[in-house]
């Protein structure tokens, strides 16, 4: 497999928190699907953002 620099490779961005996020290997074969940049983004990908700091105000 021939190396890329970290620039070149694809990006996307998190469904649940915008944050852009890189290609990586484990997601090669479903790249496509993938939507979301960690586990915690995919669990909580029904929550709204910022709701806990609303709450407190």
Request: charged content about 45%; glycine content about 4%; some cysteine.
């Amino acid at each position: 497999m021939k190396m890329r620099k970290k620039e070149d490779l694809p990006v996307k961005l998190c469904a649940t928190c915008g944050r852009p996020f890189t290609w990586r290997r484990k997601w090669a074969r479903d790249w496509e699907e993938v939507r979301h940049c960690s586990e915690r983004c995919r669990r909580n990908k029904d929550a709204k953002q910022g709701t806990s700091s609303e709450m407190r105000s």
